[in-house]
């Protein structure tokens, strides 16, 4: 019997690769123009980190999440909560009070896997620590926009705002009451999440939840009043940059910690699963977390839904090559070749050649396979005789070059020459 990848996990082959290369390429180009530095961080965390973060009611936490109870350790379901336990543990606010940070990797979440949701998935998540104002959001959503328009991704922006605590209470209240006159017509986990988590029922895509919502009310209008001014200011600032967006009152975010603005990045492209990428504020989790009373807001964008748009929308990537393919034909041949081939990656260059003694045409096929910019062939009469041929694999013109006994200098020449005509 053969061993399969277990369901829900996937493995990213050679040809696709090139796809995740070239988007995590551009992203951290875009991040580093921001001013976010990377960190690196671990896939296990202390289960009680996103108990508290996360929220014990949510889905991730009560339903989703790879915990080895009995070592009381859980597989990452999401980014920002292993990001702000680095950042309190290592007091980076100490060293600038405004931090900018991303991270790229796997999350892990035990649900049933779908097109371009997977078990083991991938994100690219950004966060900004240490500033409050609304200007900071709009950046962060232009940062979002940018990556998608290079990646060459069409999606819609959606905006809204979630309030604070001092505001978001009231709101609750208005809604629980509305809500339980239709508990009856609400699916079971709508009519769970009424006592532990009532703003998840606005964003279920249960079509007869949402029929029931659409008369619910809206936290917008139950904003105090530095909550709306803030909002209000988002939305200016996202009109000086040119970024078109529109305001989605059921927009709720599936994690305990957010405030005042959240946004999603949305697709028409890929069925039901619409959002690609989305984020928020979290201006009291740092403090929850043990950490000093700072602000915080980031987003995350989700790899496999990124790299199912490019395939569709047929992104031009650049393909593998070789700067240069050294052809041997005979046994002194080919050990003079595997020396140069050697120093010339010591130089920075992609040379390949092939180890099975196969013919020249069979050689040349495989020099066109890699990519190569050009092609030295050497025999073993070539050797005796110090001369090389070299082909220029575009123009197809060949000339004969200088072999020199040692192929550390035969290297230098080569490396000068390709580099020239790259």
Not at 95 to 104: A, E, F, G, K, N
Not at 165 to 188: W, Y
Not at 195 to 224: W, Y
Not at 328 to 347: I, K, N, P, S, T
Request: aromatic share 6%.
């Amino acid at each position: 019997m053969k061993i399969r990848a277990i369901n829900g996990f996937k493995d990213i082959l050679p040809d696709e690769a090139l796809r995740w290369q070239y988007m995590e390429k551009v992203a951290r180009d875009i991040f580093e123009r921001f001013g976010a530095r990377e960190i690196r961080l671990p896939i296990l965390e202390k289960t009680e980190l996103f108990a508290r973060s996360i929220g014990e009611a949510t889905d991730i936490v009560e339903k989703e999440m790879y915990t080895f109870a009995d070592k009381g350790i859980t597989m990452r379901p999401e980014g920002t909560a292993s990001l702000l336990r680095a950042f309190i543990e290592h007091g980076l606010h100490v060293q600038q009070p405004v931090q900018r940070l991303y991270t790229i990797g796997p999350m892990f979440r035990h649900e049933r896997p779908q097109k371009g949701r997977l078990r083991q998935f991938h994100q690219m998540d950004v966060e900004v620590i240490g500033a409050s104002e609304p200007q900071v959001d709009a950046e962060l959503m232009a940062m979002g926009r940018m990556l998608l328009d290079e990646l060459g991704i069409t999606a819609s922006l959606e905006i809204n705002s979630l309030g604070c605590p001092d505001c978001r209470p009231g709101f609750r209240r208005r809604l629980v009451s509305f809500l339980e006159e239709r508990r009856d017509q609400l699916c079971r986990d709508c009519s769970r999440r009424m006592d532990t988590n009532p703003l998840r029922v606005l964003d279920c895509k249960n079509p007869g939840c949402r029929e029931q919502v659409q008369e619910a009310p809206s936290i917008l209008d139950a904003l105090c009043g530095p909550c709306d001014g803030h909002f209000a200011e988002v939305r200016r600032c996202l009109d000086s940059l040119a970024i078109d967006h529109r305001v989605n009152r059921f927009m709720v975010r599936g994690l305990d910690y957010y405030t005042r603005t959240t946004f999603e990045f949305i697709t028409g492209d890929l069925g039901a699963q619409a959002a690609i990428g989305a984020g928020g504020r979290y201006d009291g989790l740092i403090e929850q977390l043990g950490g000093p009373p700072l602000p915080g807001i980031g987003f995350a964008m989700g790899m496999e839904r990124i790299a199912l748009l490019m395939a569709q929308q047929e992104t031009s990537l650049p393909g593998p090559h070789a700067d240069i393919f050294v052809a041997a034909l005979g046994e002194a041949a080919a050990a003079y070749a595997f020396g140069l081939v050697h120093q010339l990656r010591r130089m920075g260059l992609k040379a390949a050649m092939d180890h099975s003694g196969r013919s020249l045409k069979a050689q040349m096929k495989q020099a066109g396979r890699t990519g190569a910019a050009f092609t030295l062939i050497i025999g073993d009469n070539e050797l005796e005789r110090g001369k090389a041929t070299l082909r220029n694999m575009e123009t197809r013109e060949q000339e004969s070059v200088p072999l020199l006994a040692d192929a550390t200098e035969q290297a230098h020449s080569l490396a000068s020459r390709v580099r020239e005509n790259s």
